[in-house]
């Protein structure tokens, strides 16, 4: 990869892109329709309807990416330039000629026999050379136990929308456990230190180790297999797998094992013990990092982009200069891949100035995560001294199940930034903490890149309604401007770019107001303004609700209007238990309890919102009872405590991931508020204060409790969600009354 040539490409090349691509067609280097990456992908997506399209290799022009499609009724023909490309061009002519699509949540793919001609061609060029998925905590927070069967699609779903680097952990296990075996390790030794797979991401960022393990050799054994087969399908895609980079992060006793070796301690991170720091000015580390390079190339290949995040979240450089060791850092992976990008995070001061004053710049790529959180960013060229990087968003923190995201920041910024004078802005980099939500968000995001001048919302999200369902619908169309409205139109003002947790999933408190340490305390737009979306897509037409687009996000807005509740009541529970007025404490908590159990129905009827299924995925990779028992639980502690009592209390993590899930609404967050309102409504009756509630102690049990989860959905949504509509009908008019 030829970064300088990737790096440069603005609307004058992309644009001149597209129209050479237009100019070329019926000169395509591979005029074969032949199995290619693109068929077999769409074999898989649209196994009645493949046959009907020839997908074609055209070279890029200026180095932009681009795609052509063009054809008559059944005789699709879709030219670009990788094959990932291809089938980017070939969704985005599903999305706005067939009106159907492909999601992480929920697709619509109801199409007729024949797929309809494309009255003028379809030509699009990429206006960023750089688009690129995944944050550093998805594996864990999405599905640290998924197979194949998953990432399969998921590479494909990725493809389609447009993206062509796709971060890449699993399999980094394996790397740093054949790497330091050669250092003086035993195998024991390092699967202790290695964390389970849910808690991996934050070992390989240097924040904590262990947690979750032992590791087993099978299962080190099973994600190479599995990492082996992602990075290969996505270089048959066109794709680059980033992979993990090696900045110095060693296990304990590195400088006994290798004399001479200057090791400096990290100290802490929310709780956890931090890995010892490797000083990269070593010889220590040149040895250690060949030695990394190398297993990691042996194992899953080489790349040409590489993720390395030193002193991550509050690192500690100790005695050494930051800017050398950044240099021996890199010199480490230039002398492994002399033409390979160092890809890093923007996030909180990293990176730090003197890292990219250090470095050669034109081969470092900042993919930002605060590009829609804070008002105050706003010249990344001067923070970054001009390094190339990526408009990110992380609109999601921990797997919340919560809808939304700051859709008119990215409509304003993202094109301003990109054309304004000197702009180095070469991407965007899709980086919820967990993926698989938010399909509208997802969508609306991807097309940045392949949209030629300003995204106009109202228009975008009326053409979404459409190709979400599968055909134009009044209500559907209203019931999408209420959600553009409200949970699609907040912005970074608030300084926030997730939307709001419910209070449900929070520690029980009549002050509570967010379930996890670092989410928004209050809403960021009127609930009850967001709730007439739910009635309009109850009204959407019958031949419409058949997808499961519309199945899920009929969920998902039923969902958020029952935990808007939680918001609504606490307070007034809050005011009935200080008043000692016991009648109304007991009604109110009563109806807290009904709203919960709704929420548990609603969210039981789908099968990516149980519980039981995650645990099923960990209890999946243990080859003994004792090791499901151990990857359960990594899993399932992830969820609720995420670590030990130090991490969980002291270090705020615990809920940081917490979700309305079937098993986690009706199990642990049921069980905690009725502890809770129990223990107050006691104390009203005896006239003295509540006691104490040690909830690590009573959540720990719980996680530790081996208890069947429903692995199957059950119920109907519509059912549920027409319920759930009447009750925040005569919730609304009561709340109305009570302020009137």
């Given at each position: ?26 000169t ?6 032949g ?8 074999a ?9 399209v ?29 094959p ?15 009106h159907a ?91 202790a230190?290695?964390?389970g ?10 924040n904590?180790?262990?947690f979750?393990?032992?590791?087993s ?22 794709m ?9 992060t ?5 400088a006994?094992?290798?004399?001479g ?13 931090r ?54 850092v ?24 003197e ?23 706003t ?6 001294a001009?390094?190339?990087y ?39 980099a ?20 392949w ?6 919302l ?38 926030w ?50 997808s ?49 159990e ?21 209890r ?14 990594d ?30 609404v ?59 509509a ?15």
């Amino acid at each position: 990869m030829n970064i300088s040539r990737r790096t440069i490409i603005g609307a004058v090349g992309a644009v001149g892109a597209a129209a050479a691509l237009g100019a070329a067609s019926g000169t395509a280097a591979d005029a074969s329709p032949g199995r290619s990456a693109a068929s077999r992908a769409l074999a898989r997506l649209l196994p009645h309807h493949h046959d009907q399209v020839t997908f074609r290799t055209v070279p890029a022009k200026d180095g932009a990416d681009a795609f052509r499609v063009s054809g008559t009724t059944g005789h699709i023909t879709v030219e670009g330039t990788t094959p990932a490309v291809q089938l980017t061009g070939f969704h985005h002519y599903l999305r706005s000629t067939a009106h159907a699509h492909f999601s992480w949540t929920g697709e619509q793919t109801a199409l007729s026999r024949k797929l309809p001609g494309v009255t003028e061609p379809l030509v699009r060029a990429a206006n960023v050379a750089h688009r690129y998925a995944l944050n550093d905590t998805s594996d864990g927070y999405t599905g640290p136990y998924q197979g194949w069967d998953y990432w399969e699609h998921e590479l494909d779903v990725l493809a389609l929308h447009g993206y062509n680097e796709v971060l890449v952990h699993t399999g980094a296990d394996s790397v740093y456990h054949r790497t330091f075996m050669e250092h003086g390790y035993t195998d024991t030794e390092m699967r202790a230190w290695i964390a389970g797979p849910a808690h991996q991401p934050w070992w390989l960022l240097q924040n904590m180790s262990a947690f979750g393990g032992p590791v087993s050799s099978q299962l080190l054994d099973r994600r190479l297999a599995l990492g082996r087969r992602i990075v290969n399908r996505l270089r048959e895609l066109g794709m680059t797998p980033v992979l993990p980079g090696y900045f110095g992060t060693v296990p304990p006793g590195f400088a006994d094992r290798n004399p001479g070796a200057h090791v400096v301690p990290q100290g802490d991170w929310v709780g956890f013990t931090r890995p010892d720091w490797l000083d990269p000015r070593t010889e220590s580390f040149t040895r250690l990092a060949e030695t990394f390079y190398r297993v990691q190339s042996e194992l899953l290949g080489d790349s040409d982009m590489y993720k390395v995040d030193l002193l991550h979240e509050g690192g500690v450089p100790g005695d050494v200069p930051v800017g050398d060791a950044a240099r021996a850092v890199e010199s480490a992976l230039r002398t492994a891949h002399p033409g390979a990008v160092w890809n890093i995070l923007g996030w909180q001061t990293n990176p730090r100035r003197e890292i990219i004053d250090a470095v050669d710049r034109t081969k470092l790529f900042i993919v930002d995560g605060l590009s829609d959180r804070f008002p105050t960013v706003t010249d990344r060229e001067k923070d970054w001294a001009g390094t190339p990087y990526a408009f990110g968003s992380i609109w999601n923190f921990g797997g919340h199940t919560t809808m939304g995201a700051n859709t008119a920041d990215w409509a304003e910024l993202y094109g301003k930034w990109r054309t304004k004078q000197g702009s180095a802005l070469a991407g965007i980099a899709l980086m919820p903490e967990a993926a698989d939500n938010n399909p509208a968000a997802f969508a609306l995001f991807s097309d940045l890149p392949w949209t030629e001048g300003p995204l106009e919302l109202t228009t975008w999200f009326d053409r979404w309604a459409v190709q979400r369902y599968g055909a134009p619908d009044r209500h559907a169309t209203a019931a999408w401007d209420t959600l553009r409205r409200t949970a699609y139109g907040t912005t970074r003002q608030d300084s926030w770019a997730e939307g709001h947790d419910g209070l449900f999933g929070a520690r029980p408190s009549l002050t509570a107001s967010h379930g996890a340490s670092w989410s928004p305390a209050a809403f960021r737009y009127d609930p009850a303004e967001f709730a007439a979306a739910l009635p309009e897509l109850l009204a959407v037409a019958t031949p419409l609700r058949r997808s499961t687009a519309y199945r899920y996000d009929l969920l998902d807005v039923t969902r958020q209007v029952i935990s808007h509740r939680s918001r609504v009541l606490l307070p007034l529970i809050k005011t009935a238990y200080d008043t000692a007025d016991r009648p109304r404490f007991a009604r109110l908590a009563d109806e807290w309890f009904g709203w919960m159990e709704l929420l548990e129905d609603a969210v039981s009827t789908d099968s990516r919102h149980l519980l039981g299924r995650w645990v099923a995925d960990a209890r999946a990779w243990g080859a003994t009872a004792s090791e499901r028992d151990r990857l359960a639980h990594d899993a399932l502690s992830l969820l609720t405590v995420w670590g030990d009592r130090s991490a969980s209390d002291r270090g705020g993590l615990h809920d940081y991931a917490n979700r309305e899930w079937a098993g986690l609404v009706g199990g642990l967050y049921t069980l905690r508020w009725k502890t809770y309102f129990d223990e107050l409504a006691a104390a009203l009756a005896e006239d003295r204060a509540p006691a104490a509630v040690d909830w690590y102690a009573l959540e720990d049990t719980w996680v530790r409790t081996r208890r069947p989860y429903a692995t199957r959905p059950s119920g109907d949504i519509v059912r549920v969600a027409r319920k759930a509509a009447a009750l925040e009908r005569d919730a609304a008019a009561r709340d109305a009354a009570a302020t009137s």
